[in-house]
């Protein structure tokens, strides 16, 4: 594989999907129709991944003040679900335990907010060595300048800014993929 293809190209065999705090008293924070399209894709997200048998980590920044991941995104937390007070995850030892136990060097990276918890996390994932796709539908901040600000800055850090859709058909690669089927219908639930 060439270095393009590498670092743009999400395999499924080292892909991981990290959910960065969408929580119950976080979400009201945003923009309704922007966190309900946030929410939706991270569904077909979590979806793609449980179908393909991808791992998938979510977190919750103080749980006890901002609540737990809303019940939508549930399955996110079905294995593991870290609680945080670190912006970024990787801050949380629990978090760097969890994510070396996929064995995952790829992370597809979703959540709230951009330029806080996610932008931190992925900073530090790629500080690390890591390959950090960031699902730009699939992500916000309470203030479109943050949002646009920390996709600008993570670009330039190193990270590839993708779409929920993108990304869910590169882990199937082609439609011969037994997983083809299930992608194809999720994308068709995809929000403009």
Not at 9 to 34: F, S
Not at 71 to 77: H, I, K, P, R, Y
Not at 166 to 188: D, I, N
Request: contains cysteine; proline residues 3%.
């Amino acid at each position: 594989m060439g270095q393009i293809k590498e670092k743009f190209w999400l395999q499924a065999e080292q892909a991981v999907l990290v959910v960065v705090d969408v929580q119950e008293k976080l979400v009201p924070a945003m923009n309704a129709r922007i966190s309900g399209a946030l929410i939706h894709h991270i569904e077909l997200l979590i979806e793609g991944f449980d179908a393909l048998g991808l791992p998938i980590i979510a977190t919750e920044q103080y749980s006890k003040g901002l609540g737990a991941t809303v019940s939508q995104l549930n399955a996110a937390t079905d294995k593991y679900r870290i609680e945080k007070t670190s912006f970024s995850c990787c801050g949380e030892p629990e978090f760097m335990t969890a994510l070396k136990e996929t064995g995952a060097r790829q992370v597809l990276l979703v959540g709230m907010e951009a330029h806080v918890c996610v932008y931190q996390t992925l900073l530090d994932l790629l500080d690390q060595g890591y390959g950090v796709h960031l699902v730009r539908d699939a992500i916000c901040s309470r203030f479109k300048s943050d949002f646009e600000t920390a996709v600008a800055g993570a670009a330039v850090a190193g990270a590839v800014i993708t779409s929920t859709e993108t990304a869910l058909f590169q882990l199937v690669e082609g439609a011969r993929h037994p997983g083809f089927k299930t992608v194809s219908q999720l994308s068709k639930r995809r929000i403009p």
